[in-house]
């Protein structure tokens, strides 16, 4: 069966997702080390090791994501953030740093390493030296790849692969982001926030709400509609006499009809996405995937899917997954 990994970033998401099925949940310390660095979200070390604990009695693993890239002289941190994980009980580190990786397989050999997204490795010479390397027993792949593509790499690896299949859908090659940085000064690899939320704003002006990321204005809104969190890559932007989203529509990634394909190419793993989500989403989503992990186990067809109201501005693509574009 493939293994469906569902994102945790609270404690109590964390008791959401596994009573929903999920069978392990990825999260991360209330630190730097983790991208998905948001004030309010996140993990404690007394936290994540009851969580765990709770995981466990449940038959659940916890996935510890120190997934940005340290910063020059301040290495110890992430250091301490792998250290703490293993002695808290986690079942694997999210690692994305090669020089992180390096000091884990050093100093932590026993501990699990599964390389993040943010490494954006996506051919079998990448991931095979990360696993020659550093003992990498699993490689989260960019949302960049088609399925052919997903399974010409599993022919030619002898690691595990995991891939996303529900929520945000990032529009670049993970780990090469540079959009957020330049308007904001700070790097989401390396901060752990795309859009930082200490850069954004919401204003009235002429009627309508704008909402505005490093002082400048990404969407315009009716002032009495749902206003988005403003992500440069999603911007609508005017020019000339032309307004519209320049990068990507406001749209998430739903590939629940595709999971019998994914299976077929080879892939072990199935991440949703949504560490910034609340437990209910999370248990929502975790029970309509588990649904169609257990359908595509017992050889039925897989449920319709039944998360439109969830994804972002009610759409969803197959993404990558399918390159009508090529």
């Not at 990032?170 to 904001?184: D, Q």
């Not at 200490?198 to 909402?211: C, I, K, M, R």
Request: hydrophobic letters at 45%.
């Amino acid at each position: 069966m493939m293994e469906l990994i569902c994102p945790a970033g609270t404690p109590a998401a964390l008791h959401a997702a596994v009573k929903a099925g999920a069978h392990a949940v990825y999260c991360g310390f209330a630190d730097e080390t983790n991208a998905r660095n948001f004030p309010g979200l996140n993990f404690s070390r007394d936290e994540l090791s009851a969580s765990i604990a709770f995981a466990h009695a449940s038959g659940a693993k916890v996935l510890v994501a120190i997934n940005t890239f340290p910063r020059a002289g301040a290495e110890s941190l992430w250091h301490q953030a792998v250290a703490d994980a293993e002695t808290a009980g986690a079942d694997a580190v999210i690692l994305a740093d090669i020089g992180l990786l390096a000091h884990a397989a050093e100093h932590h050999p026993d501990l699990r390493r599964h390389l993040s997204v943010q490494a954006a490795a996506a051919n079998p010479d990448m991931i095979n030296f990360y696993a020659t390397a550093f003992g990498v027993r699993r490689v989260v792949l960019p949302r960049v790849l088609t399925i052919a593509e997903i399974a010409a790499i599993n022919r030619e690896i002898d690691v595990e692969t995991e891939v996303f299949v529900f929520g945000g859908l990032c529009v670049m090659a993970e780990g090469r982001c540079s959009l957020s940085s330049y308007i904001t000064g700070r790097s989401p690899n390396m901060n752990g926030v795309c859009s930082p939320p200490s850069h954004v704003d919401y204003a009235t002006e002429d009627g309508e709400l704008a909402a505005k990321l490093g002082g400048y204005t990404i969407h315009r809104n009716a002032k009495d509609a749902p206003a988005p969190y403003p992500t440069l890559c999603k911007g609508c932007f005017s020019s000339a006499d032309k307004t519209g989203y320049v990068f990507e529509d406001p749209t998430s990634l739903d590939a629940t009809e595709l999971l019998p394909a994914l299976a077929k190419a080879g892939v072990t793993a199935l991440k949703i996405e949504g560490r910034q989500r609340s437990r209910s989403y999370v248990a929502q989503v975790v029970r309509s995937f588990r649904a169609a992990v257990d359908a595509v186990e017992a050889g039925r067809p897989v449920p319709p899917g039944t998360l439109a109201r969830l994804t972002e501005g009610q759409s969803a693509t197959a993404g990558a997954y399918r390159k009508t574009w090529r």
